[in-house]
């Protein structure tokens, strides 16, 4: 599986930039950097939700199948 980077822009105020470039300077990463360990946490909640989502279709496309298998006969 290839894995491309997608680039989410999002804006701030001045005032709330300035608080992210302060901390980013004060734990010595990039204002990016800090936003993307920052959001992680809801990365991989929306990554689990995703595949609950796929396994649940999955489940019903199955039961489906099966269902219309024992109609037919």
Known sequence: MV???KVIAFRVNADE???LSC???KTH???GRLVYIALTS???AGTDLMNHYK???E???KRL???EAASGL
Do not use: D, F, M
Request: aromatic residues 4%; hydrophobic residues 40%; positive net charge.
């Open 59 to 61: 489940r019903k496309a």
């Open 17 to 19: 930039y300035e608080a």
């Open 55 to 57: 396994k649940a279709a």
């Open 29 to 31: 990463q990039s204002v």
């Open 65 to 67: 199948a099966k269902k």
């Open 23 to 25: 901390l980013a300077s």
């Open 3 to 5: 894995k491309k980077t």
């Open 42 to 44: 809801h990365i991989e």
